[in-house]
T-cell receptor
Framework: DVKVTQSSRYLVKRTGEKVFLECVQDMDHENMFWYRQDPGLGLRLIYFSYDVKMKEKGDIPEGYSVSREKKERFSLILESASTNQTSMYLCASSFVDSYEQYFGPGTRLTVT | GQNIDQPTEMTATEGAIVQINCTYQ??????LFWYQQHAGEAPTFLSYNVLDGLEEKGRFSSFLSRSKGYSYLLLKELQMKDSASYLCAVRDKDTGRRALTFGSGTRLQVQP
């Protein structure tokens, strides 16, 4: 079974804090993705990575950065958390050019 | 760019058939995907269409018409456990992106 795990299910942070969200997959997938999901807006792509140390901006990268030092791990960083970054964050992974993405359970982040 | 539309909510009766529609506009089409997401859980892959026609998988079928920019997900013999959100997503060929663009999802409520 493919497994994508995320470091926390629920997280509460204060405005201005630096926040790290970690994602690990165990299927040797080349591609990894970070989405956020908000009511009425669906899943929106923040960043994705197709190889170690490689990254590309998605549709809403502002206020976020990412790191992929190892193939199995993809981190999302909120440099200075703001209340409008309160959301559900979902990580996903896939083989290169595969049509199926596997999602982690999500991290519900609240910024107060 | 891409634009994906699907109804926000639908209600159906246990044992019945329901059709969830999705229309899309994309500059370069390279596949349409349907995902199921139960409340509080990660999305899971249901189906993939890249050519016109119907793909059947058990109680679920997905149809694609590329000329019309249209897809539907057909759920037969509805069960209570089918109550979930159904997400339509497309992959864009022109940008070479491996990521998906998701619609905002259709929340399906199955009633006894």
């Amino acid at each position: 079974d493919v497994k994508v795990t995320q470091s926390s299910r629920y997280l509460v942070k204060r405005t201005g804090e630096k926040v790290f969200l970690e994602c690990v997959q165990d299927m040797d997938h080349e591609n990894m993705f970070w989405y956020r999901q908000d009511p009425g807006l669906g899943l929106r792509l923040i960043y994705f990575s197709y190889d170690v140390k490689m990254k590309e901006k998605g549709d809403i990268p502002e206020g976020y950065s990412v790191s992929r030092e190892k193939k199995e791990r993809f981190s999302l960083i909120l440099e200075s958390a703001s209340t409008n970054q309160t959301s559900m964050y979902l990580c996903a992974s896939s083989f290169v050019d595969s049509y199926e993405q596997y999602f982690g359970p999500g991290t519900r982040l609240t910024v107060t | 760019g891409q634009n994906i539309d699907q109804p926000t909510e639908m209600t159906a009766t246990e044992g019945a058939i329901v059709q969830i529609n999705c229309t899309y506009q994309t500059s370069g089409f390279n596949g349409l995907f349907w995902y199921q997401q139960h409340a509080g859980e990660a999305p899971t892959f249901l189906s993939y269409n890249v050519l016109d026609g119907l793909e059947e998988k058990g109680r679920f079928s997905s149809f694609l018409s590329r000329s019309k920019g249209y897809s539907y997900l057909l759920l037969k013999e509805l069960q209570m456990k089918d109550s979930a959100s159904y997400l339509c997503a497309v992959r864009d060929k022109d940008t070479g992106r491996r990521a998906l663009t998701f619609g905002s999802g259709t929340r399906l409520q199955v009633q006894p």
